[in-house]
Each structure stands twice: as C-alpha cells, then as structure tokens.
C-alpha cells in the first residue's frame, strides 16, 4: 500500500521561501511521475508543478513559474518544491502526488493521479 506525506508548510511573510518535502513508502518516487497540488479556501485544486519519472521533464503552471521548483532526490526518495518570493495568493493547502500525467497542462492533470498525501498548509500573510 502507497502512502504519501507531504512536510514542511507554515506561516511565512509574503517574499518569503518555504521547501516542501515529499516521501512515500510503498513507492519508489524515481519510477513514476510526481507532481504537486494545491487548493485555496473555496478554489479548485489546481496542479502546480510535475517531475518526469526519469527527472527530465518538469512543468509549472503559469502562477508559479520562476518561482516554484520542484526536485527529487531518488537517494531519499524524496519530492521536493522549494518555493520562494511567495505571495499572499499561493495561500493553500499543499498535496504530493504520485503516478499520474506530467505535462504542460499539469494545471488540470489531478484526476489523473491515484496516490496523494494528507496535505501541508501554506500561509502566506501579507
């Protein structure tokens, strides 16, 4: 059975950086496509950013460009999205998933993955 926990939110000041860290027992995280999520108070949840299986692909939505990365170390496998110059908008609860579609419309791609976390909150206050 996969489980998958996501680490590391808080509370930071808009401008700020936080990184989120992903693990997952039951699941080698270098064998699939991982991506994160994120859903704001009354907003659907939209997909962030996704890394290829094989690290050679990653892909961000338009919000979060130049300012998301996302990384994986296959030694720990562990998913990582260092997140920086953060904005009182990017406020969410923060999903790890495993195993779906990882492409340029990660935005959408959700219901494509079957093995999620419990969630990390992010607060940004302004």
């Known amino acids: 059975q996969v489980q998958v926990v996501e680490s590391g939110g808080g509370l930071v000041q808009a401008g700020g950086s936080l990184r989120l860290s992903c693990t997952a027992s039951g699941l080698t995280l270098a064998d699939v496509n991982m991506a994160w999520f994120r859903q704001a108070p009354g907003k659907e949840r939209e997909g962030v950013s996704c890394?290829?299986?094989?690290?050679?692909?990653?892909y961000y939505a338009d919000s979060v460009k130049g300012r998301f990365t996302i990384s994986r170390d296959n030694t720990k496998n562990t998913l990582y999205l260092q997140i920086t110059s953060l904005k009182p908008e990017d406020t969410a609860m923060y999903y790890c998933a495993a195993g779906g579609a990882c492409k340029t419309t990660i935005q959408i791609l959700g219901a494509t993955y079957n093995d999620w976390g419990q969630g990390t909150q992010v607060t940004v206050s302004s």
């Open positions: 890394i290829t299986w094989r690290g050679l692909s990653t």
